[in-house]
Structure formats: C-alpha cells, structure tokens
C-alpha cells in the first residue's frame, strides 16, 4: 500500500475573502469556512485515516478539528505548516503593496523563492521548513493515508518540492483555492499528484463563492 498525502488548504476567512496578504496574522474562519470544514469531514470522515497534522494557526486548527471529531484522531501541529509570513504586507491589499513597497513587491514578483515580502519569509524558508514536517510524516508513516491542514502559500510551496517544479514558479504554476484538497501518493516512481485543487467536497453554495 502507498503513502497517501492528503493537503487541505483551510477554509474561508474575511481574508481569503478580500484578498487581503494573510500570513502569520490569525483570523477565525468565516461561518461558510466553517461550514467547508464541516463538509469536508462529511465526506472523508469514513477513509482510514493514519494521522492528521495541521499548521497551528486558528483558522487551520478549526479546519481540521470537524474531521478530527469525526475520526477519533489527535491532531498534529507542526510550526513548519504556518503560513508564510509576509512581515510588512500583513493585512494590505496587493494594490496597497504595490503603491507602499514597490521595489520588494517587484522583486517579489519575479522571484518570490528568493525574495521575501517587506521584512517577512522567502519562499525557500517556508518550503525548507515544511519539508522536515513531510521527511518526520515519511519517517512516521510508510503506507496509508495522511491529511495535511496547511495555507496556499504553503501547499503550493510543498507541492513544487515534491513534483520537482521550481519552486520560484509557485505562485504562477500552482492555483490552490480555500477549501480544496490536492493528494500526492507516493509509489515505486515517487510522489505523483493524482488529486488538486478538488472542492467537490463542497455543496454548490460554497463552492461558487467568491474569494482568493
């Protein structure tokens, strides 16, 4: 049996909502984000699950907590799964960044693995340090399936590590929206994406909402 990497980016916030830069600042789901968590664990509550970790952020912690009711299981927070922490864009507007900081917004733009927000985290430091949660989730666990509750930035950053895509190209290569779940399972040929993005977890009403 294979290693099953399940990752579910948390639901909707007022600023997944807005599209406002959300990294290290700790909003609570909205009640349609809890309402997305709730589907989820509907639905997935009955795969055999071997573990469930979760960045300890509010609004991932009350994402996996539904499915963790449901199964029975303990979740695993990690500091490695936060968010990127976007320093002095936290809370701003991509145009309020723009116009604030458009020098480091630029570079941003052109290589955000390198180049980090206005005093916050660059890409390889983020993905550097989600990669020591997936190497103890490997250690821990040869087969069987594993949720993983994290953030876009994240996720997208985990993604391109596992699938070998260079990880400056997150942002422009991989689309992550709130709610949805991606599955990468390891095999005899390493880590394939056979899952992303996938909300169909999700009733109508939340799935068409718009938001970031």
Known sequence: MSLNLYFLRHGE????????????????????????????ADKYQHLPWQAIYASPLRRTVATATPICKATGLTMEQRDGLKEMYFGE??????????????????????????NPPTGGETGVQVASRAALVIAEIEANHSS?????????????????????????????????????????????????????????????????????
């Open 13 to 40: 916030t007022e600023s997944s909502q807005t599209g406002t830069y959300c990294g290290l600042s700790d909003p609570e789901l909205t009640a349609e984000g809890m309402a997305m968590a709730q589907a989820f």
């Open 89 to 114: 864009w936290e809370g701003q507007t991509h145009e309020e960044v723009e116009r604030r900081y458009r020098k480091d917004y630029v570079r941003w733009l052109a290589e955000p693995a390198w």
């Open 144 to 212: 069987g399936n594993v949720l993983i509750v994290s953030h876009k930035t994240t996720i997208r950053l985990i993604l391109c590590n596992l699938l070998g895509i260079d990880s400056g190209r997150y942002r422009d290569r991989i689309e992550l929206p709130v709610a949805s779940l991606s599955l990468v399972r390891f095999d005899q040929h390493g880590p394939m994406l056979a899952k992303h993005g996938d909300r169909s977890h999700l009733p109508d009403e939340l799935d068409s909402r718009p938001g970031t």
